[in-house]
C-alpha cells in the first residue's frame, strides 16, 4: 500500500466576498458572505443556473424554497382577479425535454407541467423571457391563482348549500 497523501477538501478557498467579473465589466457574479446567509447576485436580478457548454438548464435541489413576500416591501395590494376562470383556461401537459442531459434522466422520463407560450397568452406577468428568447414559467406564481380557484368553488358549493 502506497503513502497516504492528504489533499484539502477544497483546494480553493476563498475568506469573504468574492466579485467575479467577465472581462469587459458587464456581467458579474457575486458571492457574499453575510451572518443570515451566504447571498449570490449578478449584475441581472436573477441568477441562472445554466449550462452554456450543453445549452441545458441545470437543476435546483434543496430542502425548501422561499420567496421574498414581506408586505413592507409592496406596494398597490389589491385582491386577486384570476381564480378558477384562469385555471380553467390552463392546457397541462406531459412531455419529454428535447436534449436533456442523458445523465441526469437516463430513461427519458415524461414531465408534466404547462407550456410557457400558453401561459403568457392568459398570464404574461407569470412568463419570463431571457435574452436569448426562452421562455421561462414562474410556477410559483400560480399558487395565488390555486388558492383563488379553490375559493371560487367553495363558493360555488356554499351557495348550492344554500339553494338545497
Known amino acids: 500500500m502506497g503513502p497516504v497523501t492528504s489533499q484539502p477538501a477544497f483546494p480553493n478557498t476563498l475568506y469573504g466576498s468574492t466579485y467575479i467579473k467577465n472581462t469587459n465589466g458587464s456581467n458579474y457574479l457575486q458571492i457574499d458572505i453575510w451572518p443570515a446567509a451566504t447571498r449570490l447576485a449578478s449584475h441581472y436580478d436573477q441568477v441562472v443556473f445554466y449550462?452554456?457548454?450543453?445549452?441545458?438548464?441545470?437543476?435546483?435541489?434543496?430542502?425548501?424554497?422561499?420567496?421574498y413576500s414581506d408586505a413592507k416591501a409592496k406596494t398597490n395590494i389589491q385582491p386577486l382577479g384570476y381564480g378558477l376562470n384562469i385555471v380553467k383556461q390552463l392546457k397541462p401537459v406531459s412531455y419529454n425535454f428535447l436534449n436533456k442531459s442523458e445523465s441526469l434522466n437516463p430513461v427519458?422520463?415524461?414531465?408534466?407541467?404547462?407550456?410557457?407560450?400558453?401561459?403568457e397568452k392568459i398570464i404574461p406577468e407569470l412568463v419570463l423571457t431571457d435574452t436569448e428568447g426562452k421562455k421561462l414559467l414562474n410556477y410559483t406564481g400560480l399558487i395565488p391563482i390555486l388558492i383563488k380557484a379553490v375559493q371560487d368553488l367553495q363558493a360555488e358549493v356554499e351557495l348550492l348549500k344554500q339553494k338545497k
Open 51 to 67: 449550462n452554456t457548454a450543453k445549452s441545458l438548464f441545470n437543476s435546483i435541489q434543496v430542502a425548501n424554497v422561499y420567496n
Open 108 to 119: 427519458n422520463q415524461k414531465e408534466v407541467g404547462l407550456l410557457a407560450q400558453d401561459v
